[in-house]
């Protein structure tokens, strides 16, 4: 093994080792659920530590959901830890109710914190989310979703009445009628 | 008579269709037609706002080919009925005299002519509306399911309403 060889080696050694001594953030703003007006939305703020050492000092603060366009039913769009073991995860939840349908533009919420205990820099990150979130009108959302039940009942009944109707007339010639003939009683 | 005569002429007629026959034709037709209506409707959601021209123009044409399916039907199914029946008529009663029994049977020829053409009329609205709300569906879920709303709905009422006309055409029924 030559000395150059020998000497990369130990600076990639060095080079991960103060790499992966800090800790390394994801942070991930969550709408599962399809928007609609007037139903609850819960939008979850998940952070993941995917480093090796603990982060400390977590904070963000949402405002995207605090506008009048917007109900606010429970949790916080805010959120503060002390700190964040490494390979695990925290979240915050909010649960909201959209007032009126239409596209509102969702932002990259932005999380301090820091990497290491003895870091004084803070460190950001921020959200990984959809650039807007649609919501859609209550009307929009039963048509789209229902069975149509009646409306399939209705359709039915109105095709078998278009052949019903003229099968009542022919049975009605076949009962009181033979031949062509009124039939005597 | 003379009066009565006139009014079944047509129905003994095979060739002219009466336009009593024609109304009673284009109000089944025009039903017939409405049903996919109500379906793209009220199911499909295409607005009526929106696509009134095409819902207008669409259901204007298949009732109008229907006619000719509901004729052609009702031409073959008449002249079975009939060629079943006319030797039916049998004078029974011998106190009237030859010109007497003559004008009853000619009443009764008339009748027996009313009902078989009826029978026929209604006989054949049945089948066709029948055989064009089934086509209709099986193009618009099964044939031309992939294709946009609004074409599906222009594309399988008028093909239905031709396949029907078409169906009609043939003598077998």
Redesign the interface.
Known sequence: MSYKTVFSLFLILCVSIAYCGKAELLFHKKIVDSPVVGKELPVQFVIYNVGSEPAYELEFDDKDFLTSDFEFVSGSSAGKWESLAPQSHVSQNITIIPKKAGIYTLTSTVLNYLSSQHEKEVSITTAASYSGMYVESLQDYD?RTSL?VK??T??VL??LA??A???S??AY??VN?E????KEK | MVELDDEFSAFRNENIVSNEQRVVYFINSFIAALVPVYLYHAIFSMSFDSYMIVYGSVTLFAAIVLTFAYNNVYRVKRLKLSATREHMLIPKTKQTNGLDRKKVLAAKRESQAVVTSHEATALSIMYNNAVFLVSMLAFSFIIFKNVPLVYNYIVSVSLAAGFTTFLSTSSKH
Request: proline content about 5%; aromatic content about 36%; hydrophobic content about 45%.
């Open positions: 048509k149509h409306e399939w209705l359709f109105f095709s278009s052949v109707f003229p099968f007339i022919w010639y076949k009628y031949h062509g003939i009124k």
